[in-house]
């Protein structure tokens, strides 16, 4: 699987950026995506998931403020970002996993990461 990121950029708190990630090549075993971010100096996270039929699940720092969708034709996710803050500047990554259960497991599928920054 290769996964293509792209959409970050700067933007002034409280603004919007859509992060875009591309699927290609065999999708066996995966049937979910995800995004993540990490900060510098802090753990790799998960930010949002969506499964192959449409279900979501978010982490609580994006909850009401970042909302993931996918375009099963053109194998894309997206995940769209409003009310930005600070404390959302990051390098974000978009991941192929697997769902199960209730639970999101990431795959050694990774995107190349684009940059989130975020100014007051």
């Known amino acids: 699987v290769q996964l293509q990121a792209s959409g970050g950029g700067l933007v002034q708190a409280g603004g919007s950026l859509r992060l875009s990630c591309a699927a290609s090549g065999s999708m066996f075993c995966i049937n979910a995506m995800g995004w993540y971010r990490q900060a510098p100096g802090n753990q790799r996270e998960l930010v949002a998931y969506?499964?192959?039929?449409?279900?979501?699940n978010y982490g609580d720092s994006a909850k009401g403020r970042l909302t993931i969708s996918r375009d099963n034709a053109q194998n894309t996710v997206y995940l769209q970002m409003s009310s930005l803050k600070p404390e959302d500047t990051a390098v974000y990554y978009c991941?192929?996993?697997?769902?199960?259960?209730?639970?999101?497991?990431?795959?050694?599928?990774w995107g190349k990461g684009t940059q989130v920054t975020v100014s007051s």
């Open positions: 969506i499964t192959s039929d449409g279900s979501t």
């Open positions: 991941n192929a996993g697997h769902y199960d259960d209730g639970t999101y497991n990431p795959k050694p599928y």
